[in-house]
């Protein structure tokens, strides 16, 4: 694969988590989480991006959110489960991008806030439509997704290389 074939990075939030007596890292989710995830899944289906990968945090919530979402893919991409999502920096989630294969074109990030909220502000050097606008304004609610693309190597992904092409949200 060229260097010159356009990548794509969906990043999603997990869905909607319950406030229980757990650890942080083992919530699971609420009962609107349970219901918006498939229709993310459903939405994340119909941008017709064929995932090579998919890398999930390892908290209970952001499985659950994969669990119910993938069930709405027309193919399940390999998946991994990265313990270096939960609680990421902006740069711990661009590095860990930068270790991406080269054989992938397209990638699926299933995380959590403000990591992902600031991985599209960052990654975004220009958008399509209001997409960025409304990032910003709505502050990447849970289950939503950015997709953006960008040309280049993984490991010349840095601020400012991709275009914010779609923003989506359960509850606009």
Not at 47 to 61: E, H, V
Not at 73 to 102: C, F, H, M
Not at 128 to 145: K, M
Request: glycine share 6%.
């Amino acid at each position: 694969m060229s260097v010159e074939t356009p990548r794509r990075i969906v990043l999603l939030r997990h869905a909607k988590a319950d406030w229980n007596q757990e650890s942080d890292h083992e919530r699971p989710l609420a009962e609107r989480g349970r219901a918006d995830a498939p229709v993310a899944g459903r939405r994340l289906a119909e941008t017709g991006i064929a995932f090579d990968l998919a890398l999930c945090s390892t908290a209970t919530r952001t499985r659950e959110t994969w669990k119910l979402a993938v069930q709405e893919l027309p193919q399940r991409p390999k998946t991994v489960y990265e313990d270096r999502l939960y609680e990421a920096s902006l740069g711990e989630l661009i590095a860990l991008l930068n270790e991406t294969s080269e054989d992938v074109s397209d990638i699926l990030v299933i995380g959590h806030n403000p990591g992902m909220h600031a991985l599209t502000d960052a990654l975004a050097g220009k958008a399509e439509g209001d997409h960025l606008a409304r990032v910003n304004r709505s502050g990447f609610p849970t289950s939503a997704f950015a997709v953006l693309t960008f040309t280049g190597s993984w490991k010349s992904l840095e601020h400012g290389v991709a275009r914010l092409d779609e923003f989506w949200t359960p509850h606009d």
